[in-house]
Structures are given as C-alpha cells and as structure tokens.
C-alpha cells in the first residue's frame, strides 16, 4: 500500500506582510496562502486518480467543481494533444505544427476524432480545404459542437461563412507566411510568441497557449520559464492574492510565484513534490492563478477580483476514460518510454 511521505514542517503558516515584486511592495491578502495549499491539495488529488499517491483528504469544494490540473500538461485536452497529436503521425516540424494548430483552434477531442474517422491521417502533404470543411459544416449542421468553451480563437475575416472555414483559412494563412519555420529558427520564445501575434485574431493570451502548445512538441525545446503571458482569469486570481497594487506587473507576480514555490510550500508544511519532481513552471503558476480565482469566490468571498464573478460554474463530472500520464520525453519524467495507446 502506498504511504504518504512526511510532511515539511511549517516554520512559519502566517502569510508574509509584504513581499518585493517588480519595485514595489505588496500585500499579500489571505488568498495568498490558499494559492499554495489549492496546489497541494489539487496535485495530490490528480497522484491519487493516478495511482501514484494516497487518496487525497476530503475538500467539499474541490469535490464539487471541476479544477485544472496544477500542472497544465497534465490535463486530459494536453494529454491528447501530446500523446495522439504532436508525437503520433509525421515528425516533419511542418506536419506537427499544421496538427497542433488544426487541432487546438478547435481545442475539442471528438472534433479531431472526426476529421480523423470521415478523414484518416490529417495531413498538411495532402491537404484539401473543400474537403476539411465539408467534414466540419456536415456536423455543424447536425448541430454538434465543434469548438471547446477554452480560449476560442476568434473567426478571422477571410472570406468565409463559417467560423470554422475561416479557421481553416487561417490555418493556411500560417502555413503560407512559413510559421513553421520562422518559430522553429527563433532565438527566443518571445521571438517564437510574436511570429504568432502577427497572425489575424490571435491577441496575445492565444499566442502565448498556442506556443506552449506547439513547444510540447520535440522539434522545439524552449523553457517554460522564459517568458509568461498573463490571461483574464489569472489577472483576476492576482488581484485576489495581492489586491490592487499588482496592476501591471502580474507576469513579475508570476515569476515570484514559481521562484518561490519551495519556500511557500515548506512555510505552510504542504507536501508538494511536483509532476515527478517537475516545479511548476511559468505557465503552471499562471493557469493556478485562473483555478484560485474560481476557488476563492466560495472560500473568500470578501475579497474581490476584477470580473466581480462570484460562482464557480463547472461542476466537477467524473470522466470514465482513462488518466494518461504521457509528457514530452526532453522533460525526463515519463514512466514508460512508449506513448499511450
């Protein structure tokens, strides 16, 4: 039977008065801490659904509503993408990218799962707009949904009816002006981040998600600590924790957060020993930031965000299919070398 391993012992379970970031001093209120012991609680939950730790202790509000993964490649939607999309099929850059980028304007499994069926091996060699676009106004019309409720990519103007043709058309857009290509040869993965922003409709907060998306794959390798992209929800989750003041330097706040994380976690004796040893990243700590907002409007709510949303939406809804554990193998952390079937 599996045991706990012992917890740190808290030093100090106090919130610090004031923290340091960017210049300026900040008050972290008391969401800060909760931050810390969500991501503790979140992550033993996810090691107990694997297998890899003990059930986790009763949290009536996690047991509820539905919560990402602390880790965002751990998630069912990243999973796939990792396992059935970037590293299965043809490893020409051109070809992973047309997958990964056909696959997250969508950002919905059964939509890919169709192309495939009415399709077989989506490809960039043998692509055919007519062909794509028939596949997806069939169902449309049929009135299932093509698109998930994450971080929808909006419909470019390019000449099309449909949303979905427009994408499409996007898609091709991408591939023309050499995407590939261009992040592939980047220096950095700003440099990489801004051959993406120059593209229709893709502001910012997209580009950013859609190069973590990207960089999952093993033609590129740049750090998830490089640089972050502050979203809506992860701004919302900073004012929570440190109020106000943080107002335009919530991708310092981040990268405090991941710099500091250790030091956090013992404070508060959490026992928090990463992905298999993985700390969170930038991205890890800013998706934690969106989570904590949600989870704060029922433990906190006197304290404030932005958007003034007071109800967390999503009830949690057990998924019978299978929890695949599967990363990109750079990272050094998989169980097994083989991909999930």
């Not at 970031?21 to 992550?43: C, E, K, M, N, S």
Request: charged share 20%; glycine share 6%; aromatic share 12%.
């Amino acid at each position: 039977m599996l045991q706990a391993p012992p917890r740190p012992q808290a030093r100090d379970s106090r919130p610090p008065d004031a923290v340091r970031i960017a210049g300026r001093t900040l008050h972290p209120t008391p969401v800060f801490d909760t931050y810390w012991r969500f991501a503790a609680a979140r992550q033993q939950v996810y090691l107990a659904r694997l297998g890899e730790a003990p059930p986790a202790p009763s949290d009536p509000v996690l047991a509820q509503h539905r919560f990402t993964n602390c880790f965002r490649a751990a998630d069912r939607v990243s999973q796939y993408l990792i396992g059935q999309v970037s590293y299965r099929g043809d490893q020409q850059w051109r070809e992973v990218f047309f997958r990964t980028v056909l696959f997250k304007v969508f950002n919905k499994i059964p939509t890919w799962q169709l192309l495939e069926e009415h399709l077989g091996e989506v490809t960039w060699g043998e692509y055919n707009f007519r062909a794509l676009d028939r596949v997806l106004s069939t169902a449309f019309a049929a009135g299932k949904r093509l698109y998930s409720a994450a971080y929808i990519t909006p419909p470019p103007a390019l000449g099309e009816q449909r949303k979905h043709s427009n994408h499409l058309r996007l898609i091709e857009l991408m591939m023309s002006r050499r995407a590939p290509e261009r992040i592939q040869h980047s220096a950095s993965m700003r440099a990489a981040y801004e051959v993406l922003l120059d593209f229709p409709t893709i502001g910012p907060f997209l580009a950013y998600q859609y190069l973590i998306d990207l960089n999952y794959a093993a033609q590129l390798s740049f750090s998830e600590m490089d640089f972050v992209v502050p979203g809506p929800g992860a701004r919302d989750g900073i004012r929570k924790c440190f109020g106000p003041a943080a107002s335009g330097i919530e991708a310092e706040v981040i990268r405090y957060m991941a710099d500091t994380q250790q030091e956090h976690f013992n404070r508060l004796g959490l026992q928090f020993t990463g992905l298999r040893g993985r700390s969170l990243q930038l991205i890890d700590c800013q998706n934690l930031f969106c989570e904590v907002d949600k989870y704060a409007r029922v433990v906190h709510p006197e304290i404030a965000g932005i958007s003034g949303r007071s109800r967390i939406k999503q009830l949690y809804r057990a998924d019978p299919a299978v929890l695949t554990a599967w990363f990109p193998p750079r990272w050094g952390i998989n169980a097994s070398a083989l991909q999930p079937a």
